[in-house]
């Protein structure tokens, strides 16, 4: 067994997630590598999940009787737990949504929507990156096409970075908003946070920055980021699916429009016009999702318990050994950093002229369950002239024999098609 230093006790973790344990096509063991996808749920988060919906399960905030109490003090302590777990200035500032997606189009309709200093109109710019996810390139063409307002964006280089030797003509006086992935989940990248705020915070343009990559797998402190806006999603770090998380500073949530209209976000309603409650409540519209944000506050106490800083030290050090065994495959190219400094744990590269698909579906064969396509990112695949690519990404509870596994499935693809 191949040793590493950095390593977390993965055969004890490895217990706590009982979807590990399974064989599949004919009885292979499962090596899942797709995690920059969706992360497994242990059995702390799913105890939890299953002691609420056959204990507590009942609507928030509206009743006096005592599920509805359970379930209220459940729900508002998940949203303490992701507080602590950010290091957020205030609970008031975490707004639970369905997933990163949903929190990103949050700031983006609440921008279009907005009073002066904050409103994004035909006068002003909005910069992202060539390397978003789509959930951070859709939402900002959208605002565009119905503002007015230019989309910029940032190029990449050949070894898959931000290209900022611009960065003065990108981000200029016209700039709103500059929102930017924090950990690429197509390259890996872990982007110059400082250097991008700085520029932003001199011309007074916002912030936001997606944390879907980077929330489960290192610390994550909001007010080190000093962005304005953080987004992320629970099912990439052990929680479940359907809750996502935007945390936005206090005085900005105080004074940017909602984005939905319901039940809960109100203050008082006639039919001629409607106040609003404060934040978080104003952005949390009709019944939320209780349970899983109650999953969510479990995956917090679970990784919290490892130690965040333990998860990051035991990633770098199987990116690294990933990183040198894929440099080992003939006629693999990885896309992106080829180094394990300052990447995240997704990897993705190409193998000769063997389609990404194919190399998929040959390593499912094998029980290797990895990740073919754009990635939701597909102006990074035309940056590079490829047509997909198949990613590989890790997380608390992989392995090097994991990573010895899939350098042996891709030989087997190689001598597959010959």
């Known amino acids: 067994m191949t040793q590493l230093p950095g390593l977390l006790d993965t055969e004890a ?9 399974r064989r599949i096509h004919d009885g292979k063991k499962l090596v899942y590598l797709d995690n920059a996808a969706t992360s497994q749920t242990p059995r702390q988060v799913l105890d939890v999940l299953n002691e609420y919906y056959e204990q507590h399960n009942a609507n928030v905030h509206r009743g006096v009787h005592v599920l509805a109490e359970e379930a209220t003090a459940l729900y508002e302590g998940a949203r303490d737990k992701v507080a602590a777990f950010i290091n957020a200035p205030s609970r008031d500032e975490v707004i639970f949504t369905k997933n990163a997606s949903e929190s990103l189009n949050l700031v983006a309709n609440m921008l279009g929507w907005a009073d002066e200093p904050y409103r994004v109109d035909h006068e002003t710019e909005i910069v992202i990156t060539e390397m978003e996810h789509h959930s951070n390139i859709v939402p900002w063409q959208l605002l565009s096409q119905r503002t007015g307002a230019k989309l910029k964006w940032f190029g990449l280089t050949d070894d898959g970075r931000l290209d900022l030797s611009n960065i003065e003509e990108i981000i200029t006086e016209k700039t709103k908003i500059v929102s930017f992935v924090l950990v690429s ?6 982007n110059p946070v400082e250097a991008i705020v700085r520029r932003a915070q001199e011309v007074g343009a916002l912030v936001l920055i997606d944390a879907s990559q980077a929330a489960p797998h290192m610390p994550l402190d909001v007010q080190a980021l000093q962005a304005d806006f953080v987004a992320f999603t629970g099912h990439k770090m052990c929680g479940p699916t359907g809750i996502g998380v935007l945390w936005g500073r206090q005085e900005l949530l105080e004074d940017l429009p909602p984005f939905l209209g319901g039940g809960e976000m109100i203050e008082t309603v006639s039919m001629n016009s409607s106040t609003y409650a404060p934040a978080p409540h104003k952005f949390e519209a009709g019944t939320p999702p209780v349970s899983q ?11 919290t318990a490892i130690g965040m800083d333990k998860i990051a030290a035991h990633e770098h050090a199987i990116t690294e050994y990933a990183v040198k065994r894929l440099l080992e495959v003939p006629d693999l190219r990885i896309i992106g950093p080829t180094t394990a400094e300052d990447r995240g744990a997704a990897i993705s590269f190409t193998l000769g002229d063997i389609h990404p698909h194919d190399v998929g579906q040959v390593l499912d064969e094998e029980g290797i369950a990895v990740r073919v396509g754009h990635h939701c990112a597909r102006p990074v695949c035309l940056r590079y002239g490829i047509p997909a690519t198949t990613r590989a990404s890790f997380y608390l509870y992989s392995t090097p024999g994991e990573i010895d596994a899939l350098v042996d499935g891709l030989e087997h693809v190689r001598n597959f098609f010959g």
């Open 185 to 190: 989940n197509i390259l890996g990248t872990l």
């Open 293 to 303: 944000a109650v999953g969510l506050g479990a995956a917090v106490d679970y990784l």
């Open 13 to 21: 973790i490895r217990k706590d997630f009982p979807i590990l344990d």
